[in-house]
T-cell receptor, first 113, second 115 residues
Framework: SQTIHQWPATLVQPVGSPLSLECTVE??????LYWYRQAAGRGLQLLFY??????ISSEVPQNLSASRPQDRQFILSSKKLLLSDSGFYLC????????????FGPGTRLLVL | AQSVTQLDSHVSVSEGTPVLLRCNYS??????LFWYVQHPNKGLQLLLK??????LVKGINGFEAEFKKSETSFHLTKPSAHMSDAAEYFC?????????????FGQGTTLQVKP
């Protein structure tokens, strides 16, 4: 069966510090991968998606970036965090494209102080 | 363009009474529709999915939803609420013609279950 991991589970970082969040998927090959952010009391906002190694599409201009160095690894990064980067970050995977179910990881809670 | 509107930001029911969470969607193409549930500080769990088969979709934990094209609705129901149902619920649409699989989320409905 497929599983998706995210780490760390929680993170407290000062403004201006770098960020690296990791997401890995097991039990499947060539998944589509997605990064979402959920701000407090709000819905989910798609940040990045990837349909293959090295292929990254950005949905929202910001100071975050994403990379996919391996088939089942998706990394969210920032060189300098802003207060507004605080939130709950969720990674998801799907097989296939339009209309397919996405399966979500447990999330990372990021607090920027 | 696709969009999803969850008509209630907060719903409160008593344990053992029916649950109704309302969702309307807009889609230019034949949509896939989903309901996800999120418990506090957890990831999202799929409750059920509609993909143009039966219009009445049964999901986990006794939930079901009915796709009504004429009303562009996909409301979530459960005959009898349980305390463990208290959570945030998201209605989601995806266009099956898309080659990216992107999902459009509603703003969520918080379900409170009173004893």
């Amino acid at each position: 069966s497929q599983t998706i991991h995210q780490w760390p589970a929680t993170l407290v970082q000062p403004v201006g510090s770098p960020l690296s969040l990791e997401c890995t998927v097991e039990g499947t090959s060539n998944p589509n991968l997605y990064w979402y952010r959920q701000a407090a009391g709000r819905g989910l906002q798609l940040l990045f998606y990837s349909v293959g190694i090295g292929q990254i599409s950005s949905e929202v201009p910001q100071n975050l970036s994403a990379s996919r160095p391996q088939d089942r690894q998706f990394i969210l990064s920032s060189k300098k965090l802003l207060l507004s980067d605080s939130g709950f970050y969720l990674c998801a995977w799907a097989i296939g494209q339009g209309g397919e179910t996405q399966y979500f990881g447990p999330g990372t809670r990021l607090l920027v102080l | 363009a696709q969009s999803v509107t969850q008509l209630d930001s907060h719903v409160s029911v008593s344990e053992g009474t029916p649950v109704l969470l309302r969702c309307n969607y807009s889609s230019s193409y034949s949509p896939s529709l989903f309901w996800y549930v999120q418990h506090p500080n957890k990831g999202l769990q799929l409750l059920l999915k509609y993909t143009s088969a039966a219009t009445l979709v049964k999901g986990i934990n006794g939930f079901e939803a009915e796709f009504k094209k004429s009303e562009t609705s996909f409301h979530l129901t459960k005959p009898s609420a349980h305390m463990s149902d208290a959570a945030e619920y998201f209605c989601v649409v995806s266009e099956r013609s898309s080659n990216t699989g992107k999902l459009i989320f509603g703003q969520g409905t918080t379900l409170q279950v009173k004893p």
